[in-house]
């Protein structure tokens, strides 16, 4: 049988105009992909014929000026500028929840907002709330909520059943329970701690294959673990002792899944491996001075953030890699953004940004960004670092690259002359954020969505950025 002739042809050898067309099956990341793979396929992949369906899909209602090119540049420029918060025209929702506590926890995830206060979760479904249905309100715990996590709905026993990509939601709480949350419903209720949960790890951990485990801390210092999958329902797979202190924080190692980091209010950390099968887990431990405030881990190594100081640990050896004295401020929050190497700490009456590579030899900081009161909320990504405190009635959005200031949003409701009172919950997706609201009422969110903005909050650049696009009508 005659063997069938191959040309030899790739897909750099198609015309530029075919492979832009075949580009409209491809979402935004595919299209990126495309372009790193040769010189070619970049030219095509940055075709303005390509970019201008992006730009459409993402913003129906703008439109571009006639004639104009660079569509990839002004696409980028227009999602670094709603990312960024650098408009005074958001679409805006004041959401009223139990006025007689406190909102002090806020998860903001796609269409779902979660807000904890009290013994309760308010969940909101944002796309559906103008209607009168999309509200619902989780009750199962009976005491105070004490923390809230997202995890992937795909690492649990139900993603055999369900195909959506959607979190799931885990709240822990002072009634000694943790609960697993899906569709307004309470599907887990893990028991065991002593005591009030005090902490949940920041994500699942892994090293077990497709077996995921959630971990908590509590007050009867003690860490447990428990089974995320089909089996072990409802206990705890294992339990670490070691501390002599209630638990404050809990991490998951970004270079080993299995490897969780544990610290305590006495400041003492330890190492633990899930998947060790010899009688004790602590694979490590080590201290520090001072009142852990945050604990944040990249590669292979643990950062720990104290009210003095950041210290960094190599989780290799627990050895102290570096520590930061901080002496101008007293530390109440704290963030990283590992892909610019940048560290923020918060303050009482401002947030401090560090370069984690020059941590170890330098401890004047990158800049500093200043409040009207304590900074004991952070958010970093690579667009911004957003700063908020409950003595200050603006959140302020910072140039994640400049340090400059870039937008002030007032958290008042207009009528209300509130000074006293500030922000005391914020969470940021994008270009969404919803805070606590100033006012005389508890319970009140102020949500903001800067996606189809159009007036800039300065007219410094006024005509670069208005010759770009235009508003449909």
Request: positive net charge; hydrophobic residues 40%; aromatic residues 8%.
């Amino acid at each position: 049988m005659a063997q069938a002739s191959t040309s030899g042809k790739t897909l750099a050898d198609m015309p530029a105009d075919a492979v832009a067309h075949c580009t409209e099956f491809m979402e935004l990341r595919d299209v990126a992909s495309l372009a790193v793979t040769c010189k070619s396929l970049r030219a095509a992949a940055y075709s303005d014929y390509v970019w201008l369906r992006l730009f459409k899909e993402r913003w129906p209602n703008l439109l571009l000026s006639a004639g104009a090119s660079d569509i990839r540049g002004k696409y980028v420029t227009r999602l670094t500028a709603t990312q960024q918060m650098t408009f005074s025209d958001p679409s805006f929702r004041y959401i009223s929840t139990n006025p007689t506590h406190h909102v002090r926890h806020l998860i903001l995830d796609k269409s779902n907002l979660w807000a904890a206060k009290g013994p309760e979760v308010g969940q909101y479904r944002l796309d559906s709330m103008q209607s009168g249905v999309g509200i619902q309100r989780l009750t199962s715990h009976g005491s105070r909520i004490t923390n809230m996590r997202l995890i992937p709905i795909t690492d649990t026993w139900l993603s055999r059943s369900v195909t959506s990509k959607e979190n799931m939601l885990v709240t822990s709480s002072a009634d000694r329970t943790i609960r697993l949350w899906w569709k307004g419903k309470s599907q887990r209720c893990f028991k065991g701690h002593n005591g009030p949960v005090t902490a949940i790890a920041d994500k699942l951990v892994g090293g077990f294959g497709d077996t995921k485990l959630l971990a908590s801390g509590g007050e009867d210092c003690t860490v447990r673990v428990w089974s995320v999958g089909s089996g072990h329902k409802n206990h705890t797979i294992a339990t670490y002792h070691g501390h002599e202190k209630p638990l404050s924080f809990l991490a998951v190692a970004w270079h080993k899944p299995s490897l969780l980091i544990s610290i305590s209010k006495d400041s003492k950390i330890r190492a633990w491996d899930a998947s060790a099968s010899g009688s004790s887990p602590c694979v490590g431990m080590t201290s520090l001075s001072g009142i852990p405030v945050g604990i944040k881990c990249h590669d292979t190594i643990c950062y720990v953030a104290t009210r003095s100081s950041v210290m960094a640990v190599d989780l290799r050896t627990m050895q102290k890699a570096f520590t930061l004295p901080i002496n101008c401020t007293v530390v109440c929050s704290f963030e990283i953004l590992p892909c610019k190497w940048m560290m923020c700490t918060g303050g009482n009456d401002r947030a401090l940004l560090w370069d984690i590579r020059k941590s170890s030899q330098d401890s004047t900081p990158l800049a500093e960004l200043d409040s009207n009161g304590s900074v004991a909320l952070l958010h970093m990504d690579p667009y911004k670092v957003v700063t908020a405190g409950p003595f200050d009635h603006y959140v302020n959005i910072w140039d994640a690259g400049s340090c400059k200031l870039l937008n002030s949003l007032d958290c008042r409701i207009p009528g209300e002359n509130i000074l006293a009172n500030g922000v005391y919950a914020m969470s940021v997706d994008g270009c969404r954020i919803v805070t606590t609201a100033c006012c005389s009422v508890f319970g009140v969110l102020y949500y903001r969505d800067f996606s189809n903005c159009r007036k800039p909050v300065s007219l410094v650049d006024s005509e670069a950025g208005s010759k770009f696009w235009e508003i449909e009508d």
